[in-house]
């Protein structure tokens, strides 16, 4: 039987918003390793990893969750000494000091080396583990949960310019639309227990002083108390940067992630549950403004790539913008004014790697989706084929994907070479 639209609607949203802990890219070299070293059974003498650019550039400064260790090669330590694959994302919730030393000690030794796989899909992470005449490969692509050990005489792909590209789904705004508004709501439930795991870890990171602090810093004085638009709006940029904070300096709480990013899952869900409580919204009204918003940036990392130069929490916050019109009431249309508003006022926004300042751009970007949502609400937008903005809501779809997969590509690789120029002036 053919699948209707719902159907695939819905099992996007199953499968996408799964848990997970730390940073994703890290966790998929952990899992990846852990994948290599359960079949592997011996002690590596030799490992090496060939990733793609972009896994490169978002583990490079992130923050790893119970170490206080960094970068590509010590997550594949970690994942090596856990050697438990069937944690998922979850795979570096289960560290300890030891796994910590023995990790440590495997750096120290220099068994490890990494290469560029060069033309690999975005989220791409290949793992070999050597010993005398032994050797196991594990490799991610595609999705950081698409992990296989390769089989004797497999090898692996080498790449061309056409298997760069995921596959694109094909839906619009209007069926998402139609999708938030008549699927049954018990269908969809889970998106708010999905949301309120993210919540969560805003609650606690509000109140610490992780990374440079963005959440803490710019939240409202007065919180929870002050429920006029403009307070609600800066409280839920503040609770999102607060989760990012904490996130990305290796906060050991776990979020529900979007597009397989923690920081996209904070950056829909967060400001929804923040905005849909100020205006006491039904429990409906915001979880139908979650299947909305989450499906919309799900359409939207169709078109630019799961991993890429522009940065996940754009697209991201492109749905938490239409989430916004939908809470406040507004029209199909107006969440096409609030899409094409944010695309001319953010595209191009650059992604130089997962790190602290990430914070930064989800607040800069939330401000951004609520100073839009005021616009269209007041019944203003842009003009439609003004500067980059296609000429229709699917036009603007081509103008993202264009910009992200051909113009952003030379910059992508400009950004890794200057990343890794900074750490070998570190070393």
Do not use: W
């Amino acid at each position: 039987m053919e699948k209707t639209k719902a159907d695939v609607f819905l099992e996007r949203l199953r499968s996408e918003l799964q848990v997970a802990m730390g940073c994703t890219e890290p966790a998929c070299v952990a899992l990846t390793a852990a994948t290599a070293q359960n079949s592997f059974g011996l002690e590596p003498e030799n490992i090496v990893i060939r990733a793609s650019r972009d896994m490169i550039k978002n583990v490079m400064h992130v923050g790893l969750p119970n170490s206080d260790l960094k970068g590509i090669s010590a997550a594949a330590a970690l994942g090596i000494v856990i050697s438990d694959p069937f944690r998922g994302l979850n795979i570096l919730s289960a560290l300890n000091e030891e796994d910590t030393q023995r990790a440590a000690k495997l750096l120290g030794e220099r068994k490890i080396s990494v290469e560029l796989a060069e033309g690999a899909p975005p989220v791409y992470v290949s793992i070999t583990l050597k010993k005398g005449e032994r050797a196991v490969t594990a490799v991610a692509k595609d999705f950081h949960t698409n992990v296989r050990i390769l089989m004797d005489g497999e090898r692996e792909e080498s790449f061309s310019q056409q298997n760069m590209s995921e596959d694109k789904n094909t839906y619009s705004l209007d069926d998402i639309y139609e999708f938030a508004c008549t699927v049954p709501l018990e269908r969809i439930s889970f998106l708010l227990d999905c949301a309120k795991v993210n919540l969560e870890l805003s609650e606690f990171a509000i109140k610490k002083n992780y990374g440079i602090s963005v959440g803490r810093i710019s939240c409202p004085q007065d919180g929870d108390e002050m429920h006029d638009i403009d307070s609600l709006f800066a409280k839920a940029s503040s609770y999102a940067s607060a989760a990012s904070d904490a996130r990305m300096a290796g906060c050991p709480m776990p979020v529900v992630i979007n597009s397989g990013s923690g920081n996209q899952g904070i950056t829909i869900s967060v400001p929804l549950l923040v905005l849909g409580k100020g205006l006491s919204k039904s429990e409906e009204d915001i979880i139908r403004a979650l299947a909305l918003s989450h499906l919309t940036a799900l359409m939207l990392t169709d078109r630019k790539g799961r991993l890429s130069a522009l940065c996940g929490a754009f697209t991201a916050s492109i749905g938490t913008a239409v989430g916004y019109v939908y809470l406040l009431s507004g029209t199909l249309e107006q969440m096409k004014d609030v899409s094409d508003l944010m695309v001319a006022n953010l595209i191009g926004l650059l992604c130089d790697g997962a790190k602290g300042s990430c914070a930064l751009k989800i607040h800069s970007c939330l401000d951004g989706a609520a100073l839009s949502c005021k616009i269209v609400m007041a019944g203003n937008k842009v003009p439609a084929g003004e500067g980059v903005l296609g000429y229709s809501a699917d036009d603007t779809l081509d103008v993202i994907e264009k910009i992200s997969r051909d113009g952003m590509v030379p910059l992508d690789k400009t950004v890794l070479s200057l990343l890794i120029e900074h750490n070998h002036k570190r070393a």
